[in-house]
């Protein structure tokens, strides 16, 4: 299956955090060109005797439950609209435990769309603990949305990139110009070079190492001003805690993308323990890039 066919995956589960995931995947399909697919995951029911034995087909009643929900996917889909037209939509149901099946399904999708928490098949809270397998695990980007995000964000706010300059940052610095340029607002590029927690060391030039930090983020983002000159990007540089920076910067922002997970140009840097905090933590959708 071609990353083409599956598009914008989206993880549905009926629950109202799944529902915003919807709402955000299908204008990201919408604004990209690409197809989108509604996948509901059914957990395979273990039977009491013999022990463990798992039902051969999935039974009756999740039958029904599967089809409701796809069912309420497809109206949330076509009310995210308004007047765009729909892309080509796909719907798929699989009987199978839910974080393997969507991770295998991502090797085909050009970015996966969940709920940051959810109902699963069996009415528990189950879509935070996907989430998190999720982040680790996906082939492709991963955008957390919560319940609170289905009605459209603001279309002037711009989308805040935190850069630590490994690999993972990289490849969300890509993406996260691509994603403002489409929307047609600015960058806010926010590098955070260290986070040790101590404040004056002694013999430290603070000045020194901001100076460094300021041409390392220059350099990182120099090919991608070229790149996309339509991108209005502001830098800004913090010293220490970079969840936390990068939380309060989102409270104006639209979009928040962050690597899974590297190293950046100073120690300490770890981005793998911040994408998670900013996905649990951020009132605005989170795009996390492997």
């Known amino acids: 299956m071609s990353a083409k066919k599956h598009g914008v995956l989206v993880c549905v589960d009926g629950s109202a955090a799944s529902d915003a995931a919807v709402a955000w995947g299908t204008r990201e399909a919408v604004m990209r060109g690409l197809p989108i697919t509604l996948m509901y995951a059914v957990p395979p029911v273990v039977v009491g005797w013999p022990v463990g034995q798992l039902y ?28 765009s037209e729909p892309p080509e939509i796909h719907t798929e149901t699989v009987y199978s435990a839910i974080v393997p099946a969507l991770i295998e399904a991502s ?16 009415g528990r ?58 929307r047609g607002v600015g960058l806010v590029a926010l590098h955070v070079w260290s986070d040790v927690g101590v404040f004056p060391i002694l013999g430290m030039d603070w000045h020194d190492r901001e100076k460094e930090a300021q041409e390392i983020l220059a ?6 001003q070229e790149r996309y000159p339509d991108v209005h990007v502001e830098r800004k540089l913090f010293c220490d805690k ?41 009132r605005i959708p989170v795009l996390v890039v492997r």
């Open 56 to 83: 051969a087909d999935m039974p009756e009643w999740q039958q029904d439950s599967a089809q409701h929900v796809i069912d309420q996917a497809r109206k949330m889909l076509r009310a995210s609209l308004g007047d």
């Open 107 to 122: 090797k085909d999708a050009w970015m996966l769309v969940a709920g940051s928490q959810g109902l699963g098949a069996l």
């Open 125 to 182: 809270l189950l879509l935070g603990s996907v989430t998190a397998g999720l982040l680790h695990y996906a082939h492709c980007p991963v955008a957390v949305i919560h319940s609170d995000e289905g009605a459209a964000p603001d279309s002037s706010a711009p989308v805040v990139l935190g850069i630590d300059g490994s690999p993972a940052s990289e490849a969300a610095t890509t993406l996260a110009f691509d994603e403002a340029s489409r």
């Open 219 to 224: 350099e990182r983002l120099a090919g991608w």
């Open 242 to 282: 970079p969840s936390e920076w990068l939380l309060q910067e989102s409270e104006r922002a639209q979009l928040l993308v962050v690597g899974s997970r590297g190293r950046g140009g100073f120690p300490g840097m770890l981005l793998g323990s911040v994408s998670s905090a900013v996905a649990q933590s951020a």
